[in-house]
């Protein structure tokens, strides 16, 4: 198989096409090295891919690709760049979320029409759920995003649609449930938890902790996405979660026993469009991509923890 992946630098892209890789696929990935946080991150991920045999690297915006003619050649997109961030999203900065999420999205599905792709992997986000109040959600459920972001996410989603319904995209949607795990980003709630407690900080807290989350382990995720790009239905739309919904006090809790450590905590208020629980219903990838997640929180914490020393090091 040879794969196009966008944002292959990322927390996520980078796992992904570390697994494609090693199974002797082909990998073209691109990256342009959004400012959102520290590019040694990011190269930091990169660096592996870049001596493997089948990979090949673009570093620009995905909309400056000649992307007809990085298509005419891939037999699956598995489009993951995006600017992420609920809170960052809001005001001025809205503006490089219409250009990174849904302009970028846009244009590579229109370079899709005509071609031979199998699948065209979208990443979408549980963020565009918003504060349901029936949990399980389910991919029927009515969507009301709280953050520009999530309004975002919802546009590239419905664009995917679109192209499929009318030019016959093979477009697959995942909403993915708060993805963790090593090379995590380091804005996401558990880099900063592991990292704060490593190095005897206080643990910033937004809200009461009785919120939850659907935590689901990156290596579940990338299973969930490989899978998509073979058989998941064209047109589709799947939640992809860990089946971890437990509240945030119980996450730091857990975060304590694992690192052997008192946690201290600097509480915040709430901040906007931070909803307050998660939890995905995934009967749908269960049943089409065979999607079941094998990593226990508790476990995924520890390889995560792990991680952070090695990065912060200690």
């Not at 009515?142 to 999530?150: E, T, V």
């Not at 996401?188 to 689901?216: C, N, S, Y």
Request: aromatic share 10%; proline share 4%; with cysteine.
């Amino acid at each position: 198989m040879k794969a196009l992946v966008t944002g292959v630098a990322g927390f996520i892209g980078s796992h992904l096409s570390h697994s494609l890789l090693k199974d002797g696929h082909a990998v073209t990935g691109v990256d342009c090295f959004t400012d959102y946080y520290p590019r040694s991150f990011k190269e930091r991920n990169l660096k592996p891919l870049l001596t493997a045999e089948n990979f090949h690297f673009l570093e620009r915006p995905v909309q400056d690709l000649d992307l007809h003619s990085l298509l005419q050649t891939a037999d699956v997109v598995f489009h993951l760049a995006a600017q992420p961030g609920v809170r960052a999203s809001w005001g001025r900065e809205f503006e490089i979320y219409t250009m990174n999420n849904i302009l970028a999205t846009q244009k590579l599905l229109d370079a899709a029409v005509g071609s031979k792709l199998h699948r065209f992997v979208y990443a979408s986000s549980s963020s565009v759920y918003g504060d349901t109040k029936k949990l399980p959600s389910s991919e029927e459920d009515p969507i009301c995003p709280l953050s520009p972001y999530g309004v975002s996410k919802l546009a590239g989603e419905h664009l995917a649609r679109l192209y499929h319904v009318n030019y016959g995209v093979p477009t697959v949607s995942l909403r993915y449930f708060t993805v963790y795990g090593p090379k995590q980003r380091p804005d996401m709630a558990f880099h900063r938890f592991l990292k704060a407690v490593l190095l005897d900080e206080e643990i910033p807290l937004f809200g009461d902790g009785t919120q939850t989350r659907d935590f689901t382990f990156v290596a579940d995720v990338i299973s969930a996405t490989r899978a998509a790009g073979e058989t998941g239905a064209p047109g589709g739309v799947y939640n992809i979660g860990g089946g971890h919904r437990v509240t945030i006090s119980e996450v730091i809790e857990t975060i304590s026993q694992i690192s052997g450590k008192r946690v201290q905590l600097k509480r915040y208020d709430k901040v906007k469009g931070d909803v307050r629980h998660t939890w995905a219903d995934t009967a749908r990838a269960r049943a089409d991509l065979r999607f079941a997640p094998a990593t226990e929180l508790r476990d995924g914490l520890a390889e995560e923890y792990r991680w952070i020393c090695e990065v912060y090091g200690v």
